[in-house]
């Protein structure tokens, strides 16, 4: 069964570097998200992206944060300037149509950790 | 009023009994409610969801119930088991302003059953 990858499944990192996670969203879908989980709390939504653009964005997305899909098959999600705050489990999802964009399909995801 | 409320935060059942996991909402553009299982160190997994037109819905063990006028719905787990151990979550999602949908998560249920 296809599914959401993202790697990497950790990542260590100091504060005020930037990182960037990837995901490999299911390869005929068309709407890709971010989400994160800081530990111990709800998923929160970061960003939705489709066509190339972002759809929409939460307030947690502010200007630290960027997506791009660079390829046909790559999904990242960039932080330029890490935080301590940022220290969470973050999620990639994928649905395949506007229709079904309710099913979201999440990879196992990647835990970052800012010192 | 985005919020989604769930409770209880953790729940403690024998094997073959009945674990209910409840949650609310305020907003009324809520169209579909989505129930995930989360296991640790994997990604939210979709379990079953239903639309507000209909009071219940049922795959295999899990029903969920929707009381639309109280703004409530519920996650039933029958005849539950040691496997069904894991992290719960209910979710709500209403039509897009962009291109896709985004979830808002409760704060999520843990659960564990006793063999």
Redesign the interface.
């Given at each position: 069964e296809p599914e959401v990858t993202q790697t990497p499944s950790h990542q260590v990192t100091q504060m005020g570097q930037e990182v960037i996670l990837r995901c490999v969203p299911i390869s005929n879908h068309l709407y890709f998200y971010w989400y994160r989980q800081i530990l111990g709390q709800k998923v929160e939504f970061l960003v939705s992206f489709y066509n190339n653009e972002i759809s929409e964005k939460s307030e947690i997305f502010d200007d630290q944060f960027s997506v791009e899909r660079p390829d046909g098959s790559n999904f990242t999600l960039k932080i330029r300037s890490t935080k301590l705050e940022d220290s969470a489990m973050y999620f990639c999802a994928s649905t395949r149509t506007y229709v079904r964009s309710y099913e979201q399909y999440f990879g196992p995801g990647t835990r970052l950790t800012v010192t | 009023q985005q919020q989604v409320k769930q409770s209880p935060q953790s729940l403690i059942v024998q094997k073959g009994g009945i674990s209910i996991i409840n949650c609310a909402y305020e907003n009324t553009a809520f169209d579909?409610f989505?129930w995930?299982q989360q296991f640790p160190?994997?990604?939210?997994?979709?379990l079953i969801?239903i639309r507000p037109d209909v009071s219940e819905k049922k795959e295999g063990r899990f029903t969920i119930s929707f009381n639309k006028s109280a703004k409530q719905f519920s996650l039933h787990i029958m005849d539950s088991q040691p496997g069904d151990s894991a992290t719960y979550?209910c979710a709500a999602?209403s039509p897009?302003?962009?291109?896709?949908?985004?979830?808002?998560?409760?704060?999520?249920t843990q659960l564990t059953v006793l063999p």
């Open positions: - | 579909y989505p995930y160190g994997k990604g939210p997994a979709l969801a979550f999602s897009p302003s962009g291109s896709a949908r985004q979830l808002t998560f409760g704060s999520g």
